[in-house]
């Protein structure tokens, strides 16, 4: 639990797998289970007001199918939404309020889908999981998929023609976009593309640490210049090549991006319960208020309350969709 005297500002996070492990082992539980990295205790602990659970389909249970896309909006529903006591998080309007409600009772979740493998070609499969609450896509995982190329795609290729109608439907609907792990080619399209700002929910600064799943310089800008936001995640080996990773080692990232003009775009996605090794000291969510204290020795209160929450939040309250007016 919170420690006397420690520091606790409200947090937004952008992306965890809490949701994938729990599909896959049904034994799994939100509440009290340490086989999770997030669990409704640890949200608490760490002063998680909102937390953003990505949908993801493991390569290893197969041909992705939109079936198990539904399984895990059920857990979230029943699982984490009802058991934990989230309220889940849709529209603008909510988004609007939660500077002011982040601290008070139970806290919100926002889905997410971390590749669009699982809608299977099929947009009206889309429709339906935006219907159900998910706000923004992930276009693919680290490989092709029917819609675009990912990260780790050898051909860096754009997007497909289907993918350009999915981007296309995304624009119309509110639906928000994600780059974390798509192609260099893919994201420069996007930004084309794209009629809202786009998001990088779980990315590093490549010039800090030369993996491909972090953004390039040039990548940044233009997720800045687009009043985008960068997710800073607590991957060890996106944030820095040596064996053992500490906070300190975020701050690199934290002031690169800075220098190119991102103070105001910068917020942070752990990518808790999607590894299986931690930053010492940032093992799941409840040390939020300890890794805040290390970011107040450094910055300014003002810069550490947007980086942990008001970033995320503005970003929210501009681009998520409007509630439909009730006749």
């Not at 390569?59 to 309220?87: C, D, H, M, S």
């Not at 429709?127 to 693919?140: D, K």
């Not at 960068?230 to 090549?241: I, Q």
């Not at 300014?300 to 409007?322: C, D, F, Q, T």
């Amino acid at each position: 639990m919170q420690e006397q005297g420690q520091i606790h500002f409200p947090v937004v996070d952008f992306h965890c797998d809490a949701l994938s492990k729990m599909a896959e082992e049904p034994s799994i539980h939100f509440k009290g289970d340490h086989r999770l990295d997030v669990t409704g205790e640890r949200l608490l602990e760490g002063g998680v007001g909102l937390q953003c659970f990505a949908i993801y389909l493991s390569q290893k249970w197969g041909k992705p199918r939109f079936e198990q896309v539904l399984r895990q909006i059920e857990k979230f529903r029943g699982g984490v939404a009802n058991t934990g006591g989230l309220r889940p998080l849709r529209w603008r309007e909510e988004a609007a309020g939660l500077a002011g409600v982040l601290n008070d009772g139970p806290g919100w979740g926002m889905l997410s889908l971390e590749g669009a493998d699982g809608l299977e070609g099929n947009l009206f499969y889309a429709e339906l999981i935006f219907e159900l609450g998910v706000r923004f896509l992930g276009l693919t995982w680290n490989y092709a998929n029917w819609a675009a190329d990912g990260v780790l795609e050898k051909r860096n290729g754009g997007f497909t023609e289907k993918g350009r109608e999915l981007v296309e439907w995304c624009n119309g609907s509110g639906m928000l976009l994600d780059v974390s792990h798509l192609s260099e080619a893919g994201f420069w399209e996007l930004a084309e593309l794209s009629k809202r700002p786009i998001i990088a929910s779980h990315s590093n600064a490549r010039s800090i640490c030369a993996h491909p799943r972090n953004l390039t310089d040039d990548q940044i800008r233009a997720v800045i210049g687009m009043d985008g936001r960068m997710g800073l995640t607590f991957v060890p080996w996106f944030v820095t090549d040596r064996k053992e990773v500490v906070p300190e080692d975020l701050l690199r990232h934290i002031e690169h991006v800075c220098t190119l003009g991102g103070e105001k775009h910068l917020m942070f996605g752990s990518d808790f319960d999607g590894i299986d090794s931690w930053i010492k000291g940032l093992e799941h969510p409840g040390h939020y208020p300890s890794f805040a204290e290390l970011l107040l020795r450094h910055y300014s209160e003002e810069s550490v309350k947007g980086w942990l929450h008001g970033n995320a939040v503005i970003y929210l309250a501009s681009n998520l969709p409007s509630a439909p007016k009730v006749e």
